[in-house]
C-alpha cells in the first residue's frame, strides 16, 4: 500500500519567498512547533491516502487529455488559517486566492474522474492551502496574524502525484508530472 495524492509544487523562488517572510516568526514562536520545510511546501489537489500498489502503477503510468485539463494559470495567497479552528489551532497554512477557479476546475475533474477511489470527505471539503506549521498543543494564532506576507502570484504549469514516506516527519516524493493546458 501506498499513501498517495495529486498536488501542485512550487518554485524555488516561491518557497525561499515562503521561508523568508516565515523567517522571523520561527525565531519567536516556541520550540514543539514543526516547521513545514521549504522543498515539501505543496497544495494538494486530490488526497487518496493508502491505494494499492495497483492502482498506484495506474495513477502512476496515467496521462490526461490535455482538453479535459484547465489552461495553466497563477496563484495567490491571501492570509494565514487554522486547522481544526482559530479556537484550537494545531496546523497552520497559507490561504489561496483561485479568482478565475482553475484551481477548482482543476480538482473537480479529478475529483470526478476517480470518484470511487476516493474518501468521500476528501471530496466534499476541499479548501487549497500550504500547511506551513504543526503542534501536537494549542499554537498562538496571534503570533501567526502578525507574519507579513510579501507573495508574488506564483504560475501553475502542471500537477502532480506525490507519494507520502513513513517517517518521523513527512517527506514527498515525485513519482509523476501532468502539464496543463499551455496558456
Known amino acids: 500500500m501506498r499513501r498517495v495524492y495529486f498536488g501542485v509544487r512550487f518554485s524555488s523562488a516561491f518557497q525561499s519567498d515562503l521561508c523568508s517572510s516565515l523567517h522571523?516568526?520561527?525565531t519567536?514562536?516556541?520550540s514543539d512547533i514543526k516547521w513545514t520545510a521549504e522543498k515539501d511546501f505543496h497544495l494538494t489537489l486530490l488526497f487518496f491516502g493508502a491505494i494499492s500498489d495497483d492502482r498506484y502503477e495506474v495513477l502512476r503510468q496515467m496521462s490526461f487529455d490535455q482538453k479535459l485539463l484547465p489552461a495553466a494559470f497563477?496563484?495567490?495567497f491571501n492570509d494565514i488559517g487554522f486547522f481544526p479552528s482559530t479556537d484550537k489551532p494545531q496546523v497552520a497554512w497559507l490561504g489561496v486566492k483561485d479568482e478565475s477557479k482553475a484551481l477548482l476546475s482543476l480538482h473537480e475533474r479529478l475529483?470526478?474522474?476517480f470518484k470511487s477511489w476516493i474518501d468521500k470527505s476528501n471530496e466534499e471539503n476541499f479548501n487549497p492551502h500550504i500547511t506551513i506549521a504543526r503542534s501536537r498543543h494549542k499554537l498562538n494564532h496571534e503570533?501567526?496574524?502578525k507574519v507579513k506576507l510579501t507573495?508574488?502570484?506564483?504560475?501553475i504549469h502542471e500537477f502532480f502525484l506525490f507519494e507520502s514516506l513513513p517517517g518521523?516527519?513527512?517527506r514527498y516524493q515525485i513519482r509523476a508530472i501532468y502539464p496543463l493546458r499551455p496558456k
Open 24 to 26: 522571523g516568526l520561527q
Open 28 to 30: 519567536r514562536a516556541p
Open 74 to 76: 497563477n496563484l495567490e
Open 111 to 113: 475529483a470526478k474522474v
Open 143 to 145: 503570533l501567526f496574524k
Open 151 to 155: 507573495l508574488k502570484q506564483e504560475p
Open 168 to 170: 518521523r516527519t513527512p
